[in-house]
């Protein structure tokens, strides 16, 4: 079956490292997201990988993909208050049309 | 480029009233798609068009809920009649086509309460 495990809630301090966790279920995934959402806005992307790979690097972000254990990971460095936001970890199959989502992680920044 | 938009940005009617909520998505996006999330839990697929065409429609909870998409342009999402447990935030995505990513484009949603 289709489902997207999240944890609810992070907080962590000003500067720190974040590390949001997402499991999976569908082996057949090609593509796994990670979306933000801010307050009153909608879902953004803010990166994804491909089935085939283990590691992704954007600027602050890291994402690892361990597809034996179906485990998705965000890492975000120096985490500042803006990064403080719910987000999204999200499968899709091959077609990539229909998309399964979490419930996602409300993230807390301290100062 | 506007982003997608979405219309009402809240809507509160009582049970067994009729809702009609519309989705603006980006300009030269084929693929809009609706999707629902309910009291903080994951965000559901409820379904996906192609230009006017339903692809897949799967995630529609069940006969109250008519999707539409004339002309391939606009959608609109009718709940009829509304129950208390329709209330949720809706939203609505577009995307390419010929994306590589098949990354999607949210709206900012419209939050319907069903009193």
């Known amino acids: 079956g289709e489902d997207v495990e999240q944890s609810l809630f992070l907080s962590v301090r000003e500067g720190d490292s974040s590390v949001i966790n997402c499991t999976y279920t569908?082996?057949?995934?090609?593509?796994l997201y990670w979306y933000k959402q801010e307050p009153g806005a909608g879902l953004q992307l803010l990166t994804y990988i491909f089935s085939n790979m283990d590691m992704k690097q954007d600027q602050r972000l890291t994402v690892l993909l361990n597809k034996k254990d179906k485990h998705l990971s965000l890492r975000i460095a120096d985490t500042q208050t803006g990064d403080s936001a719910i987000y999204f970890c999200?499968?899709?199959?091959?077609?990539?049309?229909?998309?399964?989502f979490g419930a996602g992680t409300r993230l807390f920044v301290k100062a | 480029e506007a982003g997608v938009t979405q219309f009402p940005s809240h809507s509160v009617i009582e049970k067994g009233q009729t809702v009609t909520l519309r989705c603006d998505p980006i300009?030269?996006?084929?693929?809009l798609y609706w999707y629902r999330r309910v009291m903080g839990k994951e965000i559901k697929f409820l379904l996906h068009?192609?230009?006017?065409?339903?692809?897949?429609e799967s995630g529609m909870p069940n006969n109250r809920f008519l999707a539409e998409r004339t002309g391939g342009t606009y959608s609109t999402l009718k709940v009829q009649p509304a129950e208390l447990e329709d209330s949720g935030v809706y939203f609505c995505?577009?995307?390419?086509?010929?994306?590589?990513?098949?990354?999607?484009?949210f709206g900012p949603g419209t939050r319907l309460t069903v009193t």
């Open positions: 995505a577009s995307s390419l086509s010929n994306s590589p990513s098949y990354e999607q484009y």
């Open positions: 068009f192609v230009k006017e065409s339903k692809q897949d």
């Open positions: 569908d082996s057949s995934s090609t593509y």
């Open positions: 300009s030269g996006h084929d693929n």
């Open positions: 999200a499968e899709s199959m091959t077609g990539g049309f229909k998309t399964i």
